[in-house]
């Protein structure tokens, strides 16, 4: 397990590891492996969203501002519940949009963002061989363009999907272990 322990108050405090980008990229697969290996409560976001919600993204059809705004909350609330609990967390979320990524972080003290990066190619090509999930290749141009840039929020790592999961998962470990320095 990794331990975040330090001199420091701030360092004893659980730490939320979101891992962001557009669908396809990874996200899903890295918090799950990492939360394997470190004892954090791994949470998909995806989890989180409306039959509703699923059901629209299912057949192409990107959600609006104010579908997405109870998903966020719902995400939230959890987050706050892992805090309150004094457990450490790894999100698997888009992030796509800035406001809503300062709701996310703001359930935690310490926290820490991923950014998962990919070409387009490489996204669609997952995207096609992927079953059983909601997310319709269709909307991943629509993700891209709603991609908010991220700006100095909180500490952010970012890796390229293409790199394997070992790969990625050493540099996250090494990634919080300097941070928790």
């Known amino acids: 397990m990794l331990s975040l322990e330090n001199d420091s108050q701030d360092k004893q405090q659980p730490l939320l590891v979101a891992i962001m ?46 579908q997405r705004a109870p998903w966020i909350q719902r995400i939230y609330k959890q987050l706050c519940q892992y805090q309150i609990e004094n457990q450490s967390c ?18 935690y003290k310490n926290r820490l963002g991923v950014l998962l990066n990919a070409k387009e190619l490489l996204i669609t090509e997952r995207l096609s061989k992927r079953d059983g999930h909601f997310m319709s290749p269709q909307l991943l141009s629509s993700q891209f363009a709603e991609m908010e840039p991220f700006e100095d929020e909180v500490p ?3 890796l390229d999907s293409a790199d394997s999961v070992d790969q990625l998962l050493l540099q996250l470990a090494n990634f919080i272990v300097l941070l928790s320095q």
């Open 21 to 66: 980008g557009v669908s396809g990229t990874g996200k899903t697969t890295l918090a799950n492996e990492f939360a394997k290996s470190s004892g954090f409560i791994f949470l998909d976001a995806d989890s989180l969203h409306s039959e509703d919600a699923i059901e629209q993204m299912s057949q192409g059809i990107p959600l609006t501002e104010a």
């Open 90 to 107: 790894i999100l698997a979320y888009s992030g796509l949009k800035q406001h809503h990524r300062k709701v996310i972080f703001s359930a």
């Open 156 to 158: 952010l790592l970012k």
